[in-house]
């Protein structure tokens, strides 16, 4: 039997030579994008025109004069907690290069920085109203897809509520989520607290600091008996309906880190439940994305439940975090494992998976190229 020594250094030797692998990995890929990431043309060969609506929203599109018809499709772009638009902007070029005669990129800064301590109701409003008011500045969008980082995919879902209420005349897409806050910051659903209940009780007394938005995280927002806000909006209510609303998308992916992640967990950010994760042996890196390490379409599971405030009127020891996951499973969705193992970033996994900074969160490159690859127009 080896001795714990020899153990760890073998471990030590096995990670260091992941890392030169992960490094060679990366030296390849740039010599690749002399002419951009994964050989795209760089933007040298057209221009790209950036509108701002001077509250800090941001479009991205190619310049008429280098684009062959009128852009039909629209993708809205949402950060995450105190983000902004400039989260987003390696993203939307990507998209832009791929794509220059359909797409035009809104990348939303209508609840940025502190404002997204305001609720996900409150931010989901003002992005429906946003979303609004960049349709009509675009009249030949026919398509709209949402793309949202994290807390980004609650408010999104929230908006998409919202404009489907009101019947907005564009045909939904794709609503697509990276590292997403799905079902909310649930008992051993942040990774930082390594599971201990003490930490997470802790935490969810102190989500004021996060304002509405850390009660909303916690689910400590309900009142009178009413369910939490991240529980309603895994239904169909009288007033919103959630889960039609997601249900008239062609497409839903999520889009979640493995490891490394010390803000959202796998099984939040993938949807699934901890005994349906895939086994971590069994996950197999893709040679052209090297951090896509797993893709999955599951089954919608069409069961039919009875309303959730009847479930919470009917007990108070309701599992919420089940019961989500049951509403929002009710749908089909694409799952895509990411694993930045490896890596010399994968301690901020969190942020890699968007790039979220160009240089220091650069390995995320093929996410967003495996995304933007597999967009349907």
Known sequence: MASPELEGASRMAEEAEEIKRSDSTAKKMKKKSKRGFYGVPKFGCFGIKSESDGKGN??????????RRTLTHLVIMVNGLIGSSQNWKFAAKQFLKKYPDDVVVH????NYSTLTFDGVDVMGERLAEEVISVVKRHPGV??????????????????????YAQEITREPSQNMVISLDLPGVCVHQV????GFYTLEKVAS?????????????????????KPPLLLWMASDTENLKFISALRS?????????VRFDHLV?????????????????RLSRDERYPHIVNVETARASPEEEAPIEAKVNGGKNIDMEEEML???????????????????????????????????????????????????L
Request: proline share 1%; net charge positive; charged share 25%.
């Open 58 to 67: 941001l479009d991205m599109e190619v310049e008429e004069r280098f684009r």
């Open 107 to 110: 990348c939303s800064e209508s």
């Open 142 to 163: 026919q398509k709209i897809s949402f793309i949202g980082h994290s807390l980004g995919g609650l408010i999104a879902r929230y908006a998409i509520a919202r404009l």
């Open 191 to 194: 990774p930082v607290f390594c």
């Open 205 to 225: 007394r102190t989500s004021w600091f996060l304002g509405k938005t850390g009660r909303h995280l916690f689910l400590t927002d309900g009142d009178s008996g």
């Open 249 to 257: 998308f062609r497409r839903r992916v999520a889009y979640a880190n």
């Open 265 to 281: 967990g796998w099984s939040t950010s993938s949807l699934r439940r901890r005994n349906e994760l895939p086994k971590l042996k």
């Open 326 to 376: 049951k509403g929002l499973t009710k749908l089909s969705w694409e799952r895509i494992d990411v694993s930045f193992s490896g890596s010399r970033q994968r301690y901020l996994a969190h942020t890699t998976i968007q790039v979220k900074g160009s240089w220091i969160n650069s390995d995320g490159a093929d996410v967003i190229q495996h995304m933007v690859d597999n967009f349907l």
